[in-house]
């Protein structure tokens, strides 16, 4: 996740907070490595990440049950 964050530019607070937005009614599951963080710039990156994980997790397990549904092409 770092290395997508950083090639996409996103690793610092203005694209963590661009992720944030994008995925602001999205639940982030695990508080654990945030609360960690000494810093407000590493809590957001650390919560955009997580969010933006979570989100690809969910859509490849969406996009695995349809080709296994469908006969996958």
């Not at 963080?37 to 979570?54: G, P, S």
């Amino acid at each position: 996740m770092d290395a997508f964050f950083r090639d996409a530019l996103l690793d610092n607070p203005a694209g963590s907070c661009l992720i944030l937005q994008a995925l602001a009614n999205h639940r982030v599951n695990d508080f654990t490595n945030i609360v960690d963080r000494n810093t407000v710039e590493e809590m957001l990156q650390e919560m955009a990440k997580q969010t933006f994980a979570a989100l690809l997790y969910r859509k490849t397990e969406e996009a695995l049950e349809q080709t296994l549904a469908f006969g996958g092409e």
